[in-house]
T-cell receptor, first 120, second 114 residues
């Protein structure tokens, strides 16, 4: 049972380079999201998706693109990396954004192990 | 959208002491959800609890307990007889059930000294 899988776990980029962080889940969750974690800032939402073909911006979307062509995959693209994007990135999935009104569903977010990105 | 304040940036206690982590939230939603997550030094995020706003019963799970006070918009987390393995960053995260999911606090770094 893989859960949420993120790759790569570590990446070093130079300013201006592009890259894609991959995220895949095998729980058939409709909801997927990307967070970034910076020291003293907690986790901040970058983008999210409520299902295949549907994405939307979170709190800090600038500099990032996402797409959701399948239920399983939700890649995060950095088009032109900047030092300010140095962070730890977490992908998460859930049956629904926070459980909705379904008492039987814990609504918890299942997180990947994180991807540490350094932009020089 | 929700707002959440975890005023305690860092707490350090000696093993076996009880410790309470505070969480105060703001929301305009009439129905909402409150979560706690743990992030140990290894970095993964571990789900601890989810509480619905219409269920104000406190909950106990082993050494962990949660006190939900809707009147003061607080959802505090207590660890009884703390252990070194409890050392971690703990995040409180409210959610309104909307597509924007959970709003995470900045976290409380809990250090349990042997």
């Amino acid at each position: 049972n893989a859960g949420v899988t993120q790759t790569p776990k570590f990446q070093v980029l130079k300013t201006g380079q592009s890259m894609t962080l991959q995220c895949a889940q095998d729980m058939n969750h409709e909801y997927m999201s990307w967070y970034r974690q910076d020291p003293g800032m907690g986790l901040r939402l970058i983008h999210y998706s409520v299902g295949a073909g549907i994405t939307d911006q979170g709190e800090v979307p600038n500099g990032y693109n996402v797409s959701r062509s399948t239920t399983e995959d939700f890649p995060l693209r950095l088009l032109s990396a900047a030092p300010s994007q140095t962070s730890v990135y977490f992908c998460a999935s859930s049956y629904s954004p926070s459980g909705g009104l379904n008492h039987a569903n814990t609504g918890e977010l299942f997180f990947g192990e994180g991807s540490r990105l350094t932009v020089l | 959208a929700q707002k959440v304040t975890q005023a305690q940036t860092e707490i350090s206690v000696v093993e076996k002491e009880d410790v309470t982590l505070d969480c105060v939230y703001e929301t305009r939603d009439t129905t909402y959800y409150l979560f706690w997550y743990k992030q140990p030094p290894s970095g993964e995020l571990v789900f601890l609890i989810r509480r619905n706003s219409f269920d104000e019963q406190n909950e106990i799970s082993g050494r962990y307990s949660w006190n939900f006070q809707k009147s003061t918009s607080s959802f505090n987390f207590t660890i009884t007889a703390s252990q070194v393995v409890d050392s971690a960053v703990y995040f409180c995260a409210p959610g309104g059930g909307g597509a924007d999911g959970l709003t995470f606090g900045k976290g409380t770094h809990l250090i349990i000294q042997p």
